[in-house]
C-alpha cells in the first residue's frame, strides 16, 4: 500500500451509506495503484484538487466580462479571438484550449450546453455545476431553452431571438452578457462583482445594481 | 456514436435543479476521482475526446443510473487498462485489498 491517506476518509462513510461505498473503494484503488507504480505524484493530485476547488472559478469571467464592458479595443479582441483576449488578462490552461466569446445584445440571447458530456471553458469559470453536467439540462437546452430559462427567472420577450451552442472538447463557449442599465459610473471591479456564472453560461442576466 | 450520453432533445429527465450551496465536489472520493484522471491525463496516452469515448462505453441503463464522476472513473480505468499501465486483475485485487482493510477497522471500532 501507498499509504496515502486522506484525512476525509471517515465522515462520507457514513452520510452515503453504502451508496458509494464501492466506488470510493475503486477510487482509492486505482489512485493507489498509480501512485504505487510512480504514474501519478501524490502531491500534483493535491494540488490539482485544490486549484479546481479553490483557485479557478467564475471570478475569473466575471473579470473578462467587466474588462470587455469598459475597453471597446479589449471587448473587440475578445469577440475575435476569444481565448488569446481572455489569455491577456492570465486565464489559460485546460479545457480553454479554445473559447469563443458569444455576445448578448437586445435581440439575440445565447446560452451554452455540452449536451454529450460537461464541456466548459475550465479557465475563466471554474468545473462547471452538477446541474450543466446532469441530464434535464443537457436534453432540454436544445428542445426548449426558453423553458428552462424560465426555470433560472429568466423571461425573454418574444422577439428575442435565442441561440443555443453545444460544446465540444475542442471548442468551448463563453457568453458575454449585456451590461445593465444604471452601472454607467461603476469601476471595472465593481462591475466584474455584479457578474454571476449563471450569466456567462447563458442561462440568466446580469441584474441591474440595487438602488440604494 | 449514438447512445444514453446523447441527450440533446431527449424528453423525461425532468427540471433543471440548480443547487442552493453548489459545492465544487460533494465527496472526497469525486475530489480523488478528479485528480487521478486529470493527472493520468498527463500521462500523454489519450486526449479529451478518447476520455469522453471511453465513459460512453458505460452500458446505457448504468450510465443513467449513476453520477458524473462514476463516469469518469469507469472512463479512467478502462484507458489505463487499454493502455497498459494497470491490468484488471490488479485493480480487483487492490479493491479487495482496500475492503478487507475496512472491514477490519470496522471490527475493531
Redesign the interface.
Known sequence: ?SGHD?P??HD?DHE?GSR?SE????????????VD?G???PT???A??DT??TKIGPRNGARVVARAWVDPGYKRRLLEKGGAAIAELGYEG??GEDIVVLENTPTVHNVV?C????CYPWPVL??P???Y???????????DPRG?LR??GTELPDGVEVRVW?ST?ELRYLVLPERPAGTEGMSEEELAGLVTRDSMIGVSRVAAPAVP | MNGA???????????????RD?P??????E??????T???G??GQW???MS?SA?EQMPAAEY?ATT?Y?HW?FG??RL?VEKG??KPE??EA??A???RQ?AGRAAES
Open positions: 500500500m486522506h476525509h476518509d462520507h452515503d458509494f466506488v470510493e473503494l475503486r477510487v482509492r484503488a486505482l489512485e493507489s495503484l498509480l507504480k504514474l501519478v505524484d500534483a493530485l493535491d490539482l484538487i479546481y476547488e485546460r479545457q450546453v449536451t454529450l458530456c460537461s471554474g468545473l455545476p452538477v446541474w453536467k446532469a441530464a434535464p439540462y443537457r436534453s432540454r437546452a436544445v428542445i428552462v426555470e433560472f453545444d472538447a | 450520453h446523447d441527450l440533446g432533445g431527449m424528453h423525461g429527465f425532468g427540471p433543471v435543479e440548480p443547487e453548489e465544487v465536489f460533494h465527496h472526497e472520493w475530489r480523488r476521482a478528479f485528480a487521478i486529470l493527472a493520468s498527463f500521462l486526449n479529451i475526446d469522453r465513459r443513467l458524473y462514476e472513473l479512467l480505468e489505463l499501465f494497470v490488479e485493480i487492490r479493491v485489498e482496500l475492503r475496512r
